[in-house]
Every structure is written in structure tokens, then in C-alpha cells.
Nanobody, 126 residues
């Protein structure tokens, strides 16, 4: 059974930085694509970033390119999201998600991820 636990959220001023972490249990982490999604009040959950199981390929939603960096440490079963130059519109609950092992389909859609964390709140004040 896979469990994902996010941490690192909080309140930060615009222009500040936060680093989110997602610790995974189970033995499939190192062979799974990992994604970060976010959901603001009244909006649908949206894609933020994803990283291939090997860490060699990363993908970003256009509005976070150049500001956010996704990375992973397979030895620690952990995926990270470094968020710099934060804006008020980045305010949301951030979720990490995991696919099945060696998944090769689209990383963009929530339906393609099998496991989800409980989320961590990120609030950016103006």
C-alpha cells in the first residue's frame, strides 16, 4: 500500500520561497512518475509539475516555469517542489501524486495518478 505525506506548506509573502516535500511509503516509488497538483478554493485541481521515475525528465505548467523546480531522491522515497518568486495566485492546497510503476502516459491529468497525499496549504500574501 502506498501512502504519500506532504509537508512544507505555510504562509509566505509574495516574492518568497517555500520547499514542499512528499514522503512516500511502499516499494514502487523509485519506478513511478511523481506529480504535484494544486487546488485553489472554488477551482478544479490543476497540474503543477511532474518528474519521471528516473528523474531525467521534468514537466511544468506554464505559469510556474522558471519559478518552481521539481526533484526527487529515490534513496529517500521523497519528491520535492522548490517554489521561488511566489505570487498570490499560487495560493492553494498542494498535493503530490504517484502513478503506477514505469507509467509512460500523460503526466498532466489527475486520472492518471493512482495515489494521492492529503495536501499541504500554501498561502502567499500580497
Amino acid at each position: 500500500q502506498v501512502q504519500l505525506v506532504e509537508s512544507g506548506g505555510g504562509l509566505v509573502q509574495a516574492g518568497g520561497s517555500l520547499r514542499l516535500s512528499c514522503a512516500a511509503s511502499g516499494r514502487t516509488f523509485s519506478s513511478a512518475t511523481m506529480g504535484w497538483f494544486r487546488q485553489a478554493p472554488g477551482k478544479e485541481r490543476e497540474f503543477v509539475a511532474a518528474i519521471s521515475w528516473s528523474g531525467t525528465r521534468t514537466y511544468y505548467e506554464d505559469s510556474v516555469k522558471g519559478r518552481f523546480t521539481i526533484s526527487r531522491d529515490n534513496a529517500k522515497n521523497t519528491v520535492y517542489l522548490q517554489m521561488n518568486s511566489l505570487k498570490p495566485e499560487d495560493t492553494a492546497v498542494y498535493y503530490c501524486a504517484q502513478t503506477t510503476p514505469y507509467y509512460s502516459g500523460s503526466y498532466y491529468y489527475t486520472k492518471n495518478y493512482d495515489y494521492w497525499g492529503q495536501g499541504t496549504q500554501v498561502t502567499v500574501s500580497s
